[in-house]
């Protein structure tokens, strides 16, 4: 990817304050802001200050280091020293973090979201060009195409088009729009043309593609019509390996133990595979390549197993979501629009937390009730106590005709689900298990079958559970599967297990 700007600035042509700074579309728009200052008048400086105020901003505050805040209090004397200090060097431009706090006060969601995916990349690329772009400006066209002009540019999901039109003559009048369509594979997020506007300067229309099929964006005027289709996306191969986390306790309750993957690993799905002595409190991730566990239990060690996708060039994207509730006994979580499920997560955090105390609590669901929502539940003894129950849902950004697929079972007279289809990929087990009432049900683990002694030749899961008699027909339990296909085939599954030691 170039180190150019100009695709990330075309998403805030529409906010004129922001419009007027970009001076240079090449440049960040810290660069931008950086230059602006010092070219400024102290005038100029008390006006755009108003806009900003009516927009809801005040980036004032942390920028000019002179003056009190939004209101316009500082004075033309401290102006001066400000842009002295800028000549000086002694200000530095804003973060990206500072100027995505400025720019989502002006913006929508869907458009923030696009905006911080294209300046993470370029910022990306230009680590080794501080001075910013590598590609000069669009030349000028010496010899302009008359009528409607178009031109495309994708970001990921994200695609730029860039419309206008150089008129024939002097009495040539603008193109009016009659129709503006996107299909249902993509949605128009900025930009978005309405009947009987008139396009009588460049227009800058943001899409993303939310969907593996093709779309078409078809924008209809009163004289000419342009199509663009935006073609079904390449899926990336998917190597997925798994970690085995060795945790050994060394601490009475309330243990919030971390395990951190390399950077260039994504993870799918984790839960443990062994019983710590004493109750598993969160088994949860905290970022794409963090798990987080907590427990109240005595000292002993336990082992989790991790399922990560290994992408060093950055080619997919893992989310994580997650829904809180207080005082309830279950939980659902859904993933946003355009993932696809992989697995979830739980943590119950009590408040306060009494760290002297066992808390008799179990798991008892822990699975994907569809294709979109991750849920979890508790049971035990819970008269007296106050806590809060989160479930969070581990999405991968869907890509081409990448699917998943969710298998069920209610056999009740085997403690493991196989998978047959070969074309299938297994990336996560979940559990229901059904409780007499008086008794605390717990899942203890869930465990890629090939990974167990005698289950090197198999695919699927395995999983383990309390109370039981040792007859898996005395408990009523349903167990899922979650598996992704690549359309071409192309899902690597590492053999064996990498360790790591908490």
């Not at 280091?65 to 033309?76: A, D, F, I, K, R």
């Not at 249902?184 to 993303?208: P, Q």
């Not at 994207?317 to 993932?339: A, L, S, T």
Request: charged share 25%.
């Amino acid at each position: 990817m170039d180190c150019n700007f100009k695709d990330c600035n075309e998403m805030l042509k529409t906010i004129p304050v922001l419009d007027e700074i970009i001076k240079d579309e090449k440049f960040s728009f810290q660069s931008n802001l950086h230059q602006w200052f010092k070219a400024m008048t102290f005038e100029e400086y008390k006006r755009i200050k108003t806009l900003f105020a009516e927009l809801g901003v005040d980036f004032f505050v942390e920028y000019v280091p002179v003056g009190g805040s939004g209101s316009g209090n500082t004075t033309e004397e401290e102006y001066k020293q400000f842009k002295k200090y800028l000549e000086e060097g002694k200000i530095s431009n804003l973060s990206n973090e500072q100027v995505f706090s400025l720019v989502k006060k002006t913006i929508s969601k869907e458009v923030m979201d696009a905006y911080k995916h294209c300046i993470t990349n370029k910022t990306s690329a230009c680590i080794n060009e501080p001075n910013e772009p590598n590609e000069p400006s669009d030349p000028i066209d010496p010899d302009p195409k008359y009528g409607l002009n178009h031109k495309i540019k994708k970001n990921g999901s994200y695609t730029s088009l860039v419309i206008w039109y150089v008129p024939f003559n002097a009495q040539d009048p603008w193109p009016i729009v009659e129709n503006f369509f996107v299909s249902e594979s993509a949605k128009c997020l900025s930009g978005c043309l309405k009947k009987g506007e008139k396009l009588n300067s460049e227009h800058v229309i943001i899409l993303e593609k939310i969907d593996s099929k093709e779309a078409t964006v078809s924008i209809d005027f009163d004289k000419a019509s342009v199509v663009i289709f935006l073609e079904t996306d390449k899926v990336p191969p998917i190597k997925i390996q798994r970690f085995r986390v060795n945790y050994n306790i060394q601490q009475l309750s309330g243990n919030l133990l971390k395990c951190t993957l390399p950077s260039d690993y994504k993870i799918l799905s984790a839960f443990r595979i062994s019983k710590a002595r004493g109750t598993l409190l969160g088994d949860f991730p905290k970022s794409p390549n963090e798990w987080n566990v907590r427990l109240n239990s005595l000292p002993s060690n336990f082992v989790t197993s991790i399922n990560a996708i290994h992408d060093p060039n950055n080619e997919w994207e893992v989310k994580i979501f997650k829904n809180k509730v207080e005082n309830m006994n279950q939980v659902q979580c859904e993933i946003g629009e355009g993932f696809i499920l992989t697995g979830g997560g739980v943590d119950l955090t009590f408040k306060p937390l009494d760290e002297d105390m066992r808390y008799l609590v179990g798991l008892d669901t822990f699975y994907p009730k569809d294709k979109k929502t991750w849920a979890v539940s508790i049971n035990g003894q819970l008269n007296g106590l106050q806590w809060e129950l989160t479930a969070y849902a581990i999405g991968i950004k869907k890509k081409g005709n990448l699917e998943s697929n969710i298998m069920v079972s209610n056999d009740n007279t085997t403690w493991s689900f196989y998978l047959d289809d070969k074309s299938l990929t297994p990336v996560s087990g979940g559990f229901q298990l059904n409780v007499p009432n008086r008794e605390i049900g717990d899942i203890l683990g869930i465990s890629a079958i090939d990974l167990l002694p005698g289950g090197e030749s198999e695919r699927g899961f395995a999983f383990s559970w309390e109370p039981t008699t040792g007859f898996v027909a005395d408990s009523k339990f349903i167990k899922h599967v979650i598996s992704l296909k690549h359309p071409d085939d192309n899902i690597s599954l590492q053999p064996g297990e990498s360790e790591i030691n908490v």
